[in-house]
Every structure is written in C-alpha cells, then in structure tokens.
C-alpha cells in the first residue's frame, strides 16, 4: 500500500483522504442517503485505462460510449455542506462525484491505482480531442476546476470494496469554490486514469463515475441542499452520518 505523502490509501472501508481542500473517501457505506447512482461515464480496458464524459459521438479513449456516458451540468452535481464529519470542514460546500469500480477477485486484483483525476467546464456538451493536462483542443473555455496531480504527481489507491449497483468505492468532496458558475463553465467534464501502478493493475468489469441525483430534475438541488442545511444544523448529536442523509 501506498507510504509516500503523493500517494493517497482508500483502500479500506473509512478510509479518508485529502488533496488540498478537496476529500476523497474510501467504503461502502457512502451512499447510505439516497441509494442513487447515475453515471455519467463508464471506463473499461485491461492494463491501463482512461476516459472522460461527453456526447461527442466520438470515441477517443476507453469509454463504452453507452447511453451511461454522457455530458453533465455543474447545476447537476449535488452540492453537499460538511459537517465537520469524514474529513469535511463544518458549512463549507462540496461538490460531489462517486465512483464505483468493478475489479476482478483474488489477493491483488481487487486493487486499481486512480492515476489522473482532472475536473475542466465548458461551454459545449459534445468536445472531443482532449489531451490530459491541456484540454480540448480548439477555441474552447478550457478551465480546469480540479487536478489530482496540481504541483506534484500523485495517486490513489483504490479498492473494489462495494458491490452491487448503487454502491460506490469512491467518494470525492470538491470544494464548490473551485468551480465557476455561470454558462461558458456550464458544462462538467471529469477525465481520469487508472491502473498505471505496478500490482493496481485494471482487469474485471467497467469502473463508472456517476452523481446521486438524476439529471435534468433541476429543482431538486436546492431541495436536497435545504434538506441538508436542516439535518446538520436540526440534530447535533443525531445520527453519524449527517453528510450523507440528502434525499431521505
Ligand atoms: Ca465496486
Ligand atoms: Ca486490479
Ligand atoms: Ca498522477
Ligand atoms: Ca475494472
């Protein structure tokens, strides 16, 4: 397992994990709010793999370019408040992304290395041509919220801990600070690499990145985000798991 700072361990249900600002979480019980999983991506190549959303008709990397791969909306990535709880900072708001890999069994090959992690807006839904680092290429917004490898090279050790749809491995906490939020960022690209480290291997099935709320159902954000101003600040000492009860 990883030892470096650079070298992120979520390979253990409660695991925690910090890039600046940004939380990443690894288990299986991160989802015990809504139960909703709704990709925007799937990702799947033996070895090593890679891929972002979009609806470019296009395919460029690894994506399955089924209808679970797809353009996203920032208005339609749930906002999250901390709590002060799972590495979150108490009333500051996250943006947040799920992913559930699928690894095959064994010793080793339940374990994948997340090796990119890069977060741009747009203003169009339907870019290809992109380059890890740069962008698409062309006169487009280009702006880069988020970058796993932002001043030193890092990775992420991850595991297949949850199965079963609806479930995720992963759960990343971006501050919603780092986005901007008006229509030439509109649109959420969520580009990322896996399986470049020795013996984090990619095998098994597809890994899926995806949001908790279905897309298009824009009135929904704000509710969940009134229902979870309430639910933290209504019930100190309540439940442990304040962060994730939106949508109940
Ligand atoms: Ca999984
Ligand atoms: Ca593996
Ligand atoms: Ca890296
Ligand atoms: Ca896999």
Redesign the pocket.
């Known amino acids: 397992m990883p030892t470096n700072p650079n070298e992120i361990d979520l390979t253990k249900a409660g695991s925690i994990g910090f890039v600046d600002d940004a939380v990443f979480l690894g288990g299986a019980n991160t989802l015990s709010g809504t139960g909703l999983f709704n990709t925007f991506v799937q990702i799947?190549h033996t070895g090593i793999e890679q891929g972002y959303n979009t609806d470019a008709a296009t395919h460029q990397f690894d994506e399955k370019y089924s209808q679970f791969d797809h353009s996203l909306l920032l208005a339609n990535v749930p906002i999250v408040i901390g709590d002060g709880s799972n590495g979150t900072v108490e009333g500051v708001a996250y943006r947040q992304f799920i992913l559930d890999?699928?690894?095959a069994g064994g010793a080793i090959n339940p374990f994948?290395s997340l090796d990119k992690l890069q977060i741009w807006q747009e203003e169009s839904r339907s870019l290809s041509n992109f380059t890890a680092g740069s962008g698409f290429a062309g006169t487009h917004t280009n702006g880069l919220a988020f970058d796993l490898d932002a001043g030193i090279d890092r990775w992420i050790a991850v595991k297949d801990l949850a199965s079963g749809s609806g479930r995720s491995d992963v759960q990343v906490l971006i501050p919603d600070s780092y986005f901007i939020n008006d229509a030439a960022h509109r649109y959420v690209y969520l580009y990322s690499q896996f399986g470049v480290q020795s013996g984090f291997a990619?095998?098994?099935?597809?890994?899926e990145w995806g949001v908790t709320k279905a897309s298009g159902a824009l009135g929904t954000t704000a509710a969940l985000a009134v229902h979870k101003t309430a639910s933290v600040h209504g019930e100190p000492g309540g439940r442990g798991h304040h962060l994730f009860d939106q949508g109940r």
């Open positions: 799947q890999i699928n690894e994948l990619a095998d098994g099935g597809f890994e």
